[in-house]
């Protein structure tokens, strides 16, 4: 059920009041005296947060306490400064008006900061992967969650939804699994996706991912209101505010509609630029995930972000090891990386894209090419290309679409394909 929603038409954003308007209806009321969870994204994602953060603050002043929860799955933690610059508040505001909300960080790894909820059989992990089952998917997934979802009487989610390489679309449930879950599930469910691959998933809003979270999320018996937001250049041009089913897939519908670009016919060479949010190749490869779909075979992607210097501060050591590989060379080598992660895996077939293996070696279907500040012998430690990004002069790749080159200035969140 959607208690209150607001669409801008197209090209158009939600005002401030309308957003307000649309707040109050949903919320106003609902949460006296209770103690509400709020899970927000971390700075990796586009959304007005601080003026949505002041103002579910106010509207929600009547419950009995209110605390929000970065949902950061395995990405960094945040610093009291960062927490604070996330929300839009300063340190003085932290300790004043402030004082009493609490803002804190998901901790993924940390056993004592997690609850067992339950455990999803082998046989049902098999029956959704369906086709795409593979034995190392093998075993049942025990679900873990964040302590703290268990011990309030509501969680909000607040967050955007775009196309992803995982679940198909974000947002909804996938704050809970992987925002703030356990690594098991997290490392499970995505390598069921990296098993269906990018293209097969990102955009679509049923896929079997999606259903493991919902599947997951079932085991959670804190009541929860979604309240789902289709973001555009930062603003707002759809807010839905609901269950969390309901609200997320009519988010989802239209981030369907407003976050995919439809192209006539694929490109040779991409110089896909990824915004200052992603700090880290773990984020950036966005730029890669949203533009597969459109690059020819043979073809190549390069990642501009002459910004970024580190791979993964949580993963890297295991990323240097194993290299980006398309997802049959890790199969085909099986017993060599088996004791990698299976989420660290899957990030890395996920950057490097489709391929085959013929004859014992590796031919991925897309050259891809990093631009930034991670060294020439850093790149070919990690299976990728390099080129100097004080070289690339970004008017060479504008208005060449008719040669097959395609520049995209801010990629990331919007998910190009082929087609009407």
């Not at 690594?183 to 493991?212: D, M, Q, Y």
């Not at 289709?230 to 609200?247: K, M, P, Q, R």
């Not at 190549?300 to 791979?311: F, K, Q, R, S």
Request: charged share 20%; net charge negative; with cysteine.
């Amino acid at each position: 059920m959607i208690f209150s929603q607001a669409t801008a038409p197209r090209d158009q954003f939600l005002n401030s009041e309308v957003i307000l308007e649309t707040l109050h209806k949903g919320l106003d009321s609902h949460f006296q005296s209770l103690k509400i969870l709020v899970l927000i994204p971390d700075h990796t994602r586009s959304l007005p947060l601080p003026f949505l953060f002041t103002s579910l603050v106010e509207i929600l002043h009547e419950t009995r306490q209110l605390d929000f929860m970065v949902a950061l799955g395995t990405h960094p933690p945040l610093s009291e400064a960062e927490l604070c610059r996330l929300v839009g508040i300063t340190q003085a505001e932290r300790n004043t008006t402030y004082k009493n909300i609490g803002l804190v960080n998901h901790v993924w790894n940390d056993p004592l900061s997690l609850a067992y909820l339950g455990t999803i059989p082998e046989s049902q992990v098999h029956a959704l992967a369906g086709e795409y089952w593979h034995p190392s998917l093998a075993g049942d997934i025990e679900v873990c969650i964040n302590k703290l979802a268990l011990e309030y009487d509501h969680i909000l989610i607040l967050g955007p939804t775009f196309p992803h390489e995982v679940a198909g679309f974000s947002g909804g449930y996938k704050y809970l699994f992987p925002g703030i879950s356990g690594p098991e599930l997290i490392n499970r469910s995505h390598w069921l996706g990296a098993l269906i691959g990018v293209v097969n998933t990102i955009g679509f809003k049923k896929t079997p991912v999606r259903s493991l979270i919902h599947l997951a999320a079932g085991m959670l018996k804190t009541p929860i209101t979604l309240i789902g937001l289709v973001v555009e250049d930062h603003n707002l041009s759809g807010l839905f505010i609901g269950d969390a089913v309901t609200a997320w897939e009519a988010a989802a519908d239209l981030s369907g509609k407003r976050h995919i670009r439809w192209v006539e016919k694929p490109y040779s060479r991409v110089l896909s630029c990824a915004p200052g949010m992603y700090d880290e190749l773990w984020t950036a490869a966005k730029a890669m995930y949203k533009l597969e779909p459109v690059v020819v075979t043979g073809g190549e992607v390069i990642i501009y972000t002459p910004h970024l210097e580190a791979v993964s501060r949580a993963h890297g050591q295991y990323i240097y090891e194993t290299g980006y590989h398309c997802l049959p060379f890790f199969l085909a080598n099986w017993e060599r990386y088996k004791h990698i992660p299976l989420g660290v895996l899957a990030h890395c077939t996920h950057l490097r894209g489709a391929g085959i293996m013929d004859g014992g070696y590796e031919q991925p279907n897309i050259k891809v090419t990093l631009a930034s500040k991670i060294p020439p012998e850093d790149c070919a430690r990690l299976n990728l290309g390099y080129v100097d990004p004080a070289s690339i002069k970004i008017a060479d790749w504008q208005g060449r679409e008719d040669d097959g080159i395609l520049y995209v200035p801010r990629a990331g969140e919007i998910l190009y394909r082929i087609g009407a």
